[in-house]
């Protein structure tokens, strides 16, 4: 092999960090240059696509899923009910007090009944802001519950994870790390996510591969595959070079395309400059293709046109939620992410990307509540239902909720116990999965039992689901989660075993968990 062949192959691997670009868009713009792939024959008879909606920094998903029997209440109330500032929610049916705190258990009123099929002999309900799942779950049946959820090496008890030489993830309880062992199943340094590689087995299903993994968010390594890329876009749509929403540079159109010209051009023979300018160039093509398959986001699937003047995202009614804080309407960012994959989805429906198989990411923050819990986790559960509503009622305009998965992820969960106005650091967490293949209005594992804290060390001894300060110890792994979207998107069962490097140590039975239809 000759060094000039190992330096090009080199180079391809790399072209995104190679791009010489300008301006704001510069980074983005190059991580798409990487994205770039060959055309494939396109053979999926249908379209599908799965939303990963990461909530960074821990939800304390026990205050958004919650048992209500009289057993799990008491213990839950009796935990969380702790001074200086309570978080534990109220009773169903509890009227909310409009003279309480803004954000407090009192202003919010009770938990919201939900009636999934296999109750377990159990009785549940949502958050006090989450009145549109609630109707989603109960009535729509387009929403599951998977509880417990969390990455596992294998089926782990209380006992084994006592045992310091049995499997587990690596550096629990620590946000970078977990919240790439959800997305990678390694810590911190991961280069490759589960997203990206259904990515890498699913690409060839697409006529322009380009598009396959997509991120609405900035970089995420759950979309980076092996051999695919993930190809970002903004809130507006597609990322231009340098340039702003006209296309112009420092204000000119002129610099703009001097800019595209310098890119795509070569100043001498070498095969490497040439393959720049080459990988350039279809950047720039892939760049208009989608901003030119894209509809507009005013278009009534997508947001509300303006009376007068132009479109502005932020005071579009359909992309604002109710802010408990301050009670007045509010932009949602995370709507704002979904719009821009729905107006994505709703071209690769049409054909006018040539995508068949898709994998987006988007994101909130925010989630660390380790103090002002009741007012942070009530606005962001506000937004997260909110956000969830917009996406479902957008694509059922399209007529596409077929065709769209949606669910959560975190980097994990938090104690069931307070600090006295939050929760810390924990392990298994509940999730949302969405969608009109979804089976939903029901719960997918078992609920985990919460039981009482001994007051000497906060263990929680009457428990098999709770270790130290109530944490939950996962049920349900994330590679089963994964494995379930993947076998609806089309993997086989031999790539689902090399996707999912852990799912080989759960029963055959159990890997798939049941929630897609």
């Known amino acids: ?17 190679m791009s ?6 510069a980074a983005p713009f190059a991580l798409n240059l990487a994205a770039l792939g060959t055309a494939s024959a396109q053979t999926a008879s ?6 990963c909606i990461f909530l960074f920094g821990g939800n304390d998903s026990i205050n958004m899923v919650l048992p ?3 057993s799990s209440w008491a213990a839950y109330s009796a935990v969380r009910n702790q001074a200086p500032e309570s978080i534990a929610l109220l009773a169903p049916g509890v009227a909310p007090n409009v003279a309480a705190g ?7 009123g009770g938990v919201l009944p939900i009636t999934p099929l296999n109750a377990q002999g159990r009785t549940f309900a949502l958050h006090p802001l989450m009145g549109t799942l609630q109707t989603m779950f109960n009535a729509d049946k387009r929403l599951a519950i998977l509880p417990n959820t969390g990455p596992l090496i294998m089926p782990t008890s209380k006992a084994q994870y006592g045992q310091s030489t049995f499997p587990k993830p690596a550096r629990l309880y620590s946000h970078n790390d977990q919240a790439n062992t959800w997305q990678s199943f390694k810590p911190e340094g991961a280069t490759t996510g589960w997203g ?19 991120s609405a968010t900035g970089n995420s390594v759950w979309l980076a595959g092996q051999t695919m890329k993930q190809y970002q876009v903004s809130t507006n749509g597609a990322i231009r070079m340098g340039s702003d929403a006209s296309g112009r540079i420092y204000g000119s159109t002129d610099v703009a395309l001097a800019m595209e010209r310098i890119v795509k051009g070569t100043r001498g023979t070498h095969v ?28 009534p699937l997508f947001g509300t046109a303006p009376t007068t003047g132009t479109y502005n995202a932020g005071a579009d009614p359909k992309l604002q939620y109710d802010n408990p804080l301050t009670g007045a309407k509010a932009a949602n960012s995370l709507a704002l992410q979904l719009q821009i994959v729905a107006r994505m989805i709703d071209a690769g429906i049409s054909g006018a990307t040539g995508a068949k198989r898709q994998v987006f990411f988007v994101s909130m923050a925010g989630f660390d509540t380790h103090d002002n819990q009741n007012q942070t986790h009530a606005e962001l559960m506000a937004k997260l239902s909110h956000a969830l509503r917009y996406f479902d009622t957008a694509l059922g305009a399209m007529n596409a909720r077929h065709s769209v998965t949606t669910f959560t992820g975190s980097d994990f969960g938090r104690t069931f116990t307070s600090n006295g106005d939050g929760s810390d650091h924990g392990w298994g967490a509940h999730h949302f999965v969405m969608g009109g293949a979804v089976k939903g209005g029901d719960l997918y594992g078992n609920f985990p039992v919460l039981g009482a804290k001994n007051v000497n060390n906060n263990n929680f001894d009457n428990s098999p689901n709770q270790l130290g300060n109530g944490s939950l110890l996962p049920e349900n792994s994330v590679d089963q989660l994964g494995a379930t979207l993947g076998r609806w998107f089309g993997l086989s069962d031999v790539q689902l075993l090399d996707v999912f490097p852990n799912l080989k140590n759960f029963d055959l039975s159990k890997r798939d968990l049941g929630f897609m239809g």
């Open 102 to 108: 803004v954000g407090s258990p009192a202003r919010l």
């Open 20 to 25: 010489a670009t300008v301006g704001a868009g």
């Open 68 to 70: 209500t029997d009289t």
């Open 272 to 299: 490497i400059e040439g393959d720049l300018a080459s990988v350039s160039q279809r950047s720039l093509d892939a760049e208009l293709a989608l901003r030119t398959a894209l509809k507009a986001p005013s278009e």
């Open 46 to 51: 249908d379209y599908r696509a799965i939303v």
């Open 196 to 214: 990206g590689r259904l990515g890498d087995l699913m690409a060839s299903q697409n006529s322009k591969s380009v598009f396959t993994a997509v």
């Open 1 to 17: 092999m000759s060094t000039l062949n190992a330096s090009r192959r080199l180079f391809l691997r790399h072209a995104g960090a």
